[in-house]
T-cell receptor, first 111, second 111 residues
Framework: KQEVTQIPAALSVPEGENLVLNCSFTDSAIYNLQWFRQDPGKGLTSLLLIQSSQREQTSGRLNASLDKSSGRSTLYIAASQPGDSATYLC??????????FGEGTQLTVNP | NAGVTQTPKFRVLKTGQSMTLLCAQDMNHEYMYWYRQDPGMGLRLIHYSVGEGTTAKGEVPDGYNVSRLKKQNFLLGLESAAPSQTSVYFCASMGRAYEQYFGPGTRLTVT
């Protein structure tokens, strides 16, 4: 059974800092890995999707990497801003069309 | 283009009552999902559908039923609500690039 773990569970940083969120998964036979953002009381918004054949994806200040063989992904956020405060979840797609989610990292960026 | 919408946003039920949650998407997606989100347990898949007229069980299907009579709608039913079904329910659809789009959620309390 696929298991997804995110470390740390919570992170607090000052504005302007670069930071890395970690995601690990137990079964390397994945189709893709996605990073999502969830604001309090809201649904999830997809940030980046990395196909299993890719090593990284970038969108603005966000960069996600994937090392499928070691079962790891990182989300790098450059020059963090208070508006980046949210919970970040990673999810892997394995069999068929199903996603397995981690529990998320709650990020607080302090002004 | 409204994306994924969910009805209702909030609901309080008494144990034993029934209700149906409605999910609608206007992106012509084949795949649709129902998840529940609970503190400390992350997002868990309840049921999903790979196309009109099809449904399949996810990780936690017991106590729920679903129907996909029209491509744009995916209904989640609780026949006899239990306090353990108190949760936030999210609907999602998946596009051809495997990106998942989430609705805003339904907060359900069963007393």
């Amino acid at each position: 059974k696929q298991e997804v773990t995110q470390i740390p569970a919570a992170l607090s940083v000052p504005e302007g800092e670069n930071l890395v969120l970690n995601c690990s998964f137990t079964d390397s036979a994945i189709y893709n890995l996605q990073w999502f953002r969830q604001d309090p009381g809201k649904g999830l918004t997809s940030l980046l999707l990395i196909q299993s054949s890719q090593r990284e994806q970038t969108s603005g200040r966000l960069n996600a990497s994937l090392d499928k063989s070691s079962g790891r992904s990182t989300l790098y956020i450059a020059a963090s801003q208070p508006g980046d405060s949210a919970t970040y979840l990673c999810a892997v797609q394995t069999s068929g069309s199903r996603l397995t989610f981690g529990e998320g990292t709650q990020l607080t960026v302090n002004p | 283009n409204a994306g994924v919408t969910q009805t209702p946003k909030f609901r309080v039920l008494k144990t034993g009552q029934s209700m149906t949650l409605l999910c609608a998407q206007d992106m012509n997606h084949e795949y649709m999902y129902w998840y529940r989100q609970d503190p400390g347990m992350g997002l868990r898949l309840i049921h999903y559908s790979v196309g009109e007229g099809t449904t399949a069980k996810g990780e936690v299907p017991d106590g729920y039923n679903v129907s996909r009579l029209k491509k744009q709608n995916f209904l989640l039913g609780l026949e006899s609500a239990a306090p353990s079904q108190t949760s936030v329910y999210f609907c999602a659809s998946m596009g051809r690039a495997y990106e998942q789009y989430f609705g805003p959620g339904t907060r359900l309390t069963v007393t």
